[in-house]
């Protein structure tokens, strides 16, 4: 492997299950069910000095027909789907670039927003009488009568970590102890003499990355930001692969809940460690996270929300000891998870209402977290209303050709020159747009550029589909427009099916042009006509015809282009001034729970009051779904472009489609 | 709307393209047209179904399958085939032509993604079959009293979920404990599916999009009727 890693294996694991072990991640979407081809693997032939083994493709397991058709078709027969191939004696596996799972650039940050800290857990300091013989009321009666008298704190209960502490405590400082309480109902911590610092952790549980947030409960101040990739994503990439292998495996639960636990543990262990405090003074916790998500962390069965009618175990708020979810921080801590709005709505859209507030506003606002599933919020003051819709990883770079993660080498950036139709485009990592490139050639003559393309990601591909479409060269209806003929056109023999050559083969890092495909056009397009038609029904149901606002969520959303996506017709029409980018909102909402326990009943309200549409059961869904598959939309306009489809190169009429023969008047 | 052409001065053959072209297009009008001038020239309702609709609608499955056509061109050819079907049917019925075979889909239980599992519905009845969508969500027992009811040749199944498409094997099962297994040709199809997992639930054959879906059941009720 590139990583020089290896390790004995037990035989008829499969290549897949062999790498995680040695801690590298294969990239998969499908979960292991040979359906998707991220996970091709090179099996280097002959002996090996170095390793002192002798590796061949003989010993894994024969492919079964379907990795023969899917890697005949994909063009390399020689390659190995790692999911499949069971090992059975020596190897040598090489991991292609494409087939990594790398870490991502997407990296959470948290704005900075007004909170009044009000957090649940609360110090009391207090001197508590000695002990004296003859008095048998016990330390813990003490320390009851000291809270009661010196700060009104009645019916109390203790935990049994603080219990075991108490007396040790109350004798180091001369019987004054600091006692944490929380939500003024049980004290579960206690601390000797007058000590003023708490800490919480705020993580918001994403499928592809875990951030978490430790701050000073008195301050507000967020002391550290750490984020991770979920573990998960070994596992399954998209949430249904997860819940499926929950249900195929019967470790599948524990396997995913270990993950995750042990990965917020590390968000704990990191942040703390920044903070320089130790996790055991961390005393509060707020999880966010989808409804699988949290499901999956609470070690609860997400097998009902893998189908109709998605019954949630719990769709409430819920505090629970964080020590029995296996969380390491204080022993007596308890951790808050926000609630959830509907089977596939989860506490993370709760925590993005939470930080964003736009129910409290007077105006038509549409919040939008776009991810697999993209989660879709239509509020005004008098109304809430939310659904989800499945735009599948398309916007993540899935079931896209060249797709790829945001990770360095992604192209992010895509223009078109309308007149002579050629591209240029900017990867993540490098500044510079493609076409100045050239200075820098003979810099580094031996080696690869570092800018060089590996494919394009979600932001890459919305724009370079808007920019085909404001040059011309796809249709309305999404088609290749068979007129366009230039260098970065490739078109089949027939002149049926078009690609479009977003980077040339001295451009890519493969040293193979990055294609853009009909098939991914028309991903795009289904992608993007799930998210706009649940965002219609939505206007449909409150009966509004125009949005005063949109806001993006999620870090995808910060990439997003405003622009870009309206010609694309991604979001319904709206001033482009209006549209925006808020960055990893759920983080923010978390951290606001965290801070102020107001919010939390808060949180609660929102999601008993905001009306939950299953899109796909709407009579509508299909009219509006098949109409927003057009580019920007076959009916609905868009006056907010301020005239940019006009003033471009779009072809706004789609000459008749007829492929032998044109009724003309000959005929 | 028609100036250009004028369908009495065509020949037979030529009208018959002319109705694949026009469903390519979705031209419902335009095709009542042709039918009705093909009827008025005494051609069978069979040859009119099979020569002119049912061999556009193949055109239209491979441009699909191909990504040249989408969603909403064939959403509208298949409208357009439809209006041509219901001038056809009641003649059909009366001239006796041969049924091709009567097809039970939906999507399984569940489930409730229907768009890509009425494409196919739409396809199978532009190839000529009779078609009884059940829609989304069916149980076994569902599926279990619509092939009873309408006698069907062949059980079409979708599942978009890869939590949801297991259930297609409990459907199969109950078809087998009702014993009418072999009576019938079980076809599935959905994004997360693939030959593997077809083989693995005991179903006939999986099928990748509309257009191999239709190839699949031709083939299968030719083999069928040839028994």
Not at chain 1, 453 to 464: H, L, N, P, R
Not at chain 2, 96 to 106: E, L, R
Not at chain 2, 200 to 209: E, P, V
């Amino acid at each position: 492997m590139p990583s020089g890693r290896r390790e004995q294996v037990e035989d008829g694991q499969t290549v897949m299950d062999a790498a995680r072990k040695v801690g590298v991640e294969i990239e998969s979407l499908c979960g292991g069910r040979q359906s998707c081809h991220k996970c091709r693997v090179i099996v280097e032939e002959g002996h090996f000095d170095k390793h002192a083994i002798s590796s061949s493709s003989k010993h894994l397991s024969s492919p079964t027909n379907n990795e023969i058709t899917l890697l005949k078709k994909l063009g390399t027969p020689e390659q190995r789907l790692s999911c499949d191939a069971q090992i059975h004696g020596d190897l040598l596996i090489t991991i292609p670039e494409s087939s990594q799972a790398k870490k991502q650039i997407i990296r959470k940050k948290v704005t900075n927003r007004d909170v009044v800290i009000d957090p649940v857990i609360k110090q009391y300091y207090v001197t508590v009488r000695d002990a004296q013989l003859g008095v048998h009321r016990g330390d813990w009666g003490r320390l009851q009568d000291a809270l009661e008298t010196q700060w009104d704190l009645v019916d109390l209960s203790i935990d049994i970590h603080a219990l075991r502490k108490l007396q040790a405590a109350l004798r180091t400082e001369n019987w004054s102890v600091t006692a944490i309480v929380w939500n003024n109902r049980e004290v579960i911590d206690v601390q000797p003499g007058h000590k003023d610092s708490m800490y919480g952790l705020a993580v918001d549980v994403g499928s592809t990355t875990v951030a978490g947030y430790l701050c000073d409960l008195q301050s507000g101040n967020i002391l550290a930001t750490e984020a991770l990739m979920n573990p998960q994503v070994s596992y399954g990439e998209d949430l249904m692969s997860r819940i499926s292998f929950v249900i195929n495996r019967a470790d599948g639960l524990h396997l995913m809940n270990t993950a995750i636990i042990d990965s917020i543990n590390e968000l704990a262990n990191r942040t703390a460690k920044l903070a320089r405090i130790h996790p055991r003074r961390i005393h509060d916790i707020v999880l966010v996270g989808n409804t699988t998500m949290t499901h999956i962390f609470l070690g609860i069965n997400p097998r009902e929300i893998g189908g109709a009618p998605f019954a949630l175990a719990n769709r409430d708020a819920i505090d629970i000891k964080a020590r029995d979810l296996g969380l390491r921080l204080n022993p007596g801590a308890y951790a808050h998870v926000l609630p959830s709005q509907a089977g596939h709505v989860g506490a993370d859209n709760v925590a993005v209402l939470v930080a964003e507030q736009p129910q409290c506003l007077d105006s038509i606002i549409l919040t939008v977290d776009i991810g697999t599933n993209a989660e879709i919020v239509l509020t005004s003051s008098k109304w809430m209303f939310s659904a989800s819709s499945p735009t599948g990883p398309a916007f993540e770079g899935g079931q896209i050709t060249s797709g790829m993660r945001a990770a360095p080498g992604a192209i992010e950036r895509v223009r078109i020159d309308p007149k002579t139709k050629l591209p240029r485009f900017r990867v993540i990592g490098e500044s510079c747009w493609s076409d100045q490139w050239q200075h820098r050639d003979n810099e580094c003559a031996d080696t690869k550029p570092s800018h060089l393309a590996s494919g394009i990601c979600g932001s890459g591909i919305i724009e370079a589909v808007a920019e085909l479409f404001l040059a011309g060269i796809l249709f309305p209806d999404g088609k290749f427009n068979p007129d366009i003929d230039c260098n970065a056109m490739y078109w089949d023999q027939e002149k049926r099916k078009g690609a479009y050559i977003l980077a040339t083969e001295d451009q890519s890092f493969s040293g193979n042009p990055i294609l853009i495909t009909q098939q991914d056009i028309r991903n795009i397009q289904l992608a993007k006509a799930a998210l706009y038609a649940g965002a219609k029904l939505l206007m449909m149901r409150a009966k509004v015809e125009h949005l005063d606002q949109v806001i993006l969520a999620g870090a995808f959303g910060s990439y997003i282009d405003p622009k870009h996506a309206m010609v694309l017709g991604l979001i319904p029409d709206c001033k482009i001034e209006n549209v925006h980018a808020v960055g990893n909102a759920a983080g923010d909402g978390a951290r606001i729970a965290l801070l102020n326990r107001q919010k939390r009943a808060h949180a609660q309200d929102i999601a008993e009051q905001i009306s939950y549409i299953e899109t796909a059961l709407d009579p509508d869904f299909q009219t509006e779904f098949v109409s927003a598959m057009h580019l920007p939309h076959q009916y609905d306009s868009f006056h907010n472009l301020g005239g940019i489809l006009e003033n471009s190169a779009v072809v706004t009429k789609v000459p008749r489609r007829t492929r032998r023969r044109r009724r003309t008047a000959n005929n | 709307m028609n100036d250009e052409i004028n369908l009495k001065e065509m020949g037979n053959e030529d009208i018959l393209e002319l109705m694949q072209e026009d469903l390519y297009d979705g031209y419902a009008d335009e095709i009542i047209e042709s039918i009705k001038e093909l009827l008025s020239r005494q051609i069978p309702p069979y040859d009119i179904l099979i020569k002119g609709l049912v061999a556009g609608m193949e055109v239209v499955g491979i441009d699909f399958r191909d990504g040249v056509l989408f969603v909403p061109e064939v959403l509208m050819a298949a409208k357009a085939m439809k209006s041509g079907m219901d001038l056809l049917r009641p003649l059909l019925a009366e001239t006796g032509a041969p049924i091709k075979g009567t097809v039970v889909i939906g999507t399984v239980k569940g489930d409730i993604h229907d768009i890509g599992k009425n494409l196919v519905a739409m396809m199978l009845e532009g190839a000529g079959f009779d078609v009884v969508n059940l829609g989304i969500n069916v149980s076994a027992d569902d599926f279990i009293a619509a092939i009873e009811q309408h006698n069907a040749d062949i059980l079409g199944m979708s599942a978009l979920l890869t939590t949801t498409m297991v259930y297609m094997r409990t459907v199969i099962n109950a078809l087998k404990d009702k014993g009418i297994r072999d009576d019938i040709i079980v076809l599935v199809g959905g994004a997360p599916l693939n030959d593997d997992f077809a083989e693995d639930i005991k179903a006939d054959a999986y099928c990748r999009d509309a257009a191999i879906a239709v190839e699949t059941a031709n083939k299968f009720m030719e083999l069928r009727k040839g028994k």
